[in-house]
């Protein structure tokens, strides 16, 4: 996918955050298409991942924490294509937790 606008923007976001010294985290959020592995939606999760981790930003990767459970579709609700349910969302919560704290840490 051709992803030159949002590669602009995240330039135009961390550019701004280091004029006041700030940071920017980017969370990606996973899906249900990702977790069952549809093509499409994974490529477009490796190309986005791909330039993320190439940017100066602190990415969490909701998609590899979700994948590290045992069984990912327990994490959505009913386990259907919608949305996380509580564990999911703790998982993500638990993972941005992390990335803020290792972030105040250096």
Do not use: C
């Amino acid at each position: 996918p051709n992803l030159s606008q949002f590669e602009r923007a995240l330039r135009r976001v961390t550019e701004a955050a280091g004029r006041w010294g700030g940071s920017v985290i980017a969370v990606i959020l996973p899906s249900y298409e990702i977790s069952v592995g549809r093509p499409a939606d994974v490529a477009r999760y490796n190309a986005v991942a791909d330039v993320l981790r190439a940017s100066p930003v602190i990415v969490v990767d909701g998609v590899a924490q979700f994948a590290a459970e045992p069984d990912s579709l327990t994490l959505y609700t009913l386990r259907m294509d919608n949305h996380p349910n509580a564990r999911g969302h703790a998982v993500l919560a638990e993972a941005l937790i992390e990335a803020i704290d290792s972030k105040e840490r250096s």
